[in-house]
């Protein structure tokens, strides 16, 4: 019986020392009653040396323990195992990590007769841990920091996640997003199956594409996608989307589409400035013959013919030509204005008077509103006949023939300046339309029914004279065109050609 009492405290004492971890068998009273080899190993130390001292001597060299919190006395009250961590700095300054089992250890009695504490060295595993969630933490930052949204979602749809930059886009907090938003509520219907179906057939990594998403206010935004299907053993669990916004890129294409587009036209006009120069030279020719002979045949009709008023118009309209291809010389740069001095409420008379077409006025009520104030120009009378012309006809054309003109005259002393307002109750100009309508070649009009030279031209001659022009007002009820001009003042008697 002896003999086999012997036997069995043997191997039990062979498997206590062959554990891998540093262990200790203690009393209830914290005193060590027995080492394992590779304790004894770990610590330099021999059995004799510790057996009897209490555990934290011989962890701590203390005469009591540091620790605030020690499961020891838990395990002798529940008689259940427990662990804590430990964590110390070595005299080099290397941290450790330990995580200590403490296990009772029952008598027949089912009372706790000794605790076994077993130390495992886990710093490893620790490190790799904190290195982990160092890593989630710079991912975290990278993330949210990111100027480029960023929206996670489960297999089923639900927003995990919302960066600051995808809130920002979509309009959505990311809280809400979370509780509230799903993926296919980001896109107009079916882009979102769409774009998940472009994922599965890219075998989860759908490269640079170009779509739509939608807002919280219900908005599409132009954006460049990537996105990709994140899996976990072999199964999809999540998508993440990357989303750029086009917004600024595709404005400033168009701004650089229309600035090529504004060359080419400039190109044009330079080459059409040289053709209008060799035009106005050829019908010259005839026109100073019609004159002529319009002439001669005036002077040689008595007062009362009633052909008369037929040739003096004639006559009228042929030097009207004249002027507009010294305009057009003007235009090409091979001519200089010829500038006199008239006032503004004559040359506007003069000008109305001048559009020998009375079927275009037949229906339509000119309200004239001319202040009585001085209001004298340095101009090109002819010139400027022609932008008032131009603009009179356009309204004309706005109002389809039917409706009200109203010419207003003003003047600001202080600023120097006189205005001409024209006004109709046309169908006014759209916000498409409105800053293009003095580019070259722009026209509203149906093909062959205007060229887009005609506000281009007014604008150059205004430009010529020292005026300006803009759009004071436009809506469906009509537009208002203001003509500004410069005062003229005695001081400026040595401008004058």
Not at 293 to 299: C, D, N, V
Request: proline content about 4%; charged content about 25%; overall charge negative.
């Amino acid at each position: 019986m002896n003999q086999k009492l012997m036997n069995e405290l043997d191997w039990r004492l062979r498997v206590f020392d062959s554990l891998s971890f540093p262990t200790l068998i203690l009393k209830p009273d914290k005193t060590i009653l027995s080492a394992n080899q590779i304790f004894l190993q770990r610590h330099g130390l021999t059995l004799d040396q510790i057996v009897g001292r209490h555990c934290h001597e011989v962890f701590y060299n203390a005469d009591a323990c540091p620790n605030k919190v020690c499961p020891f006395q838990k395990v002798l009250t529940e008689k259940n195992g427990t662990t804590v961590m430990r964590r110390h700095t070595t005299r080099t300054g290397k941290r450790l990590y330990e995580d200590r089992v403490f296990s009772p250890i029952l008598d027949d009695n089912g009372e706790v007769a000794y605790i076994m504490e077993s130390v495992r060295d886990v710093t490893r595993q620790k490190n790799l841990e904190l290195a982990l969630k160092e890593t989630e933490a710079f991912l975290e930052k990278v993330i949210l920091g990111s100027p480029i949204a960023i929206v996670a979602a489960d297999r089923y749809g639900h927003i995990l996640l919302m960066n600051p930059a995808a809130e920002e886009l979509f309009g959505y907090s990311n809280p809400f997003a979370v509780r509230h938003v799903t993926a296919d509520q980001l896109y107009p219907p079916g882009t979102a199956s769409q774009i998940m179906r472009l994922l599965e057939e890219a075998q989860g990594k759908l490269p640079s594409i170009k779509t739509t998403i939608r807002n919280a206010q219900g908005d599409t935004i132009p954006v460049d996608l990537t996105a990709s299907i994140i899996y976990e053993d072999g199964e999809a669990v999540a998508t993440v989307g990357i989303y750029t916004d086009l917004r600024e890129k595709l404005a400033v294409e168009k701004q650089l589409k229309e600035a090529q587009a504004q060359l080419a036209q400039s190109e044009k006009m330079a080459s059409l400035g040289q053709l209008a120069a060799g035009v106005a030279h050829e019908i010259n020719n005839p026109l100073t013959g019609i004159l002529f002979y319009a002439t001669l045949r005036l002077e040689g009709m008595d007062h009362d013919d009633p052909e008369r008023a037929d040739v003096q118009a004639v006559i009228d309209d042929v030097k009207r030509c004249r002027d507009i291809v010294q305009n057009l010389l003007a235009y090409s740069r091979q001519s200089s204005p010829m500038k006199d001095m008239i006032q503004l409420n004559m040359l506007v008379d003069q000008s109305i008077n001048l559009i020998r077409d009375p079927k275009m006025f037949r229906n339509i009520e000119i309200e004239r509103i001319f202040s009585d104030e001085m209001m004298m120009l340095h101009v090109d009378k002819n010139q400027i006949s022609q932008v008032i012309i131009n603009l009179v006809i356009n309204a004309v054309h706005a109002m389809d023939g039917n409706g009200k003109l109203t010419l207003r005259t003003y003047r600001n002393k202080l600023e120097g300046k006189a205005f001409l307002e024209i006004s109709d109750t046309g169908c006014g100009i759209s916000a498409q339309d409105l800053p293009k309508i003095f580019d070259p070649f722009y026209t509203t009009k149906a093909p062959g029914e205007g060229t887009g030279l005609g506000l281009s031209t007014a604008y150059g001659l205004l430009k010529e004279n020292r005026g300006d022009i803009r759009v004071k007002e436009t809506s469906s009820s009509g537009t208002t065109f203001i003509i500004e001009f410069e005062l003229y003042s005695s001081a400026q008697d040595h401008d004058l050609d």
